[in-house]
């Protein structure tokens, strides 16, 4: 089960050792997250018009961000090709 916060950070709970994982964070507020499991990424919309990609496999990985709107962005979905 992944899990997200508006401050930012996406956690992932491992049902067998029954603790979460933090497998990314962003430095703006976070309206909203979506998973692209073809590409192991978290993607994170944000309060500023900024979607993000993080690799969730990459525990110090920086997220590339896009500015795709002045205003905040809601929702996102990954399109797999």
Do not use: P
């Amino acid at each position: 089960m992944y899990t997200s916060a508006y401050e930012g950070v996406v956690r992932c709970w491992d049902v067998c050792s029954q603790q979460f994982t933090q497998v990314a964070s962003f430095d703006n507020f976070l309206c909203y997250t979506g998973l692209d499991w073809q590409r192991s990424a978290v993607i994170g919309c944000h309060g500023d018009g900024v979607v993000s990609f993080a690799d969730w496999r990459q525990t110090d990985s920086q997220a590339r961000q896009y500015q795709l709107h002045e205003k905040k962005v809601t929702h996102v979905d990954a399109i797999l090709r």
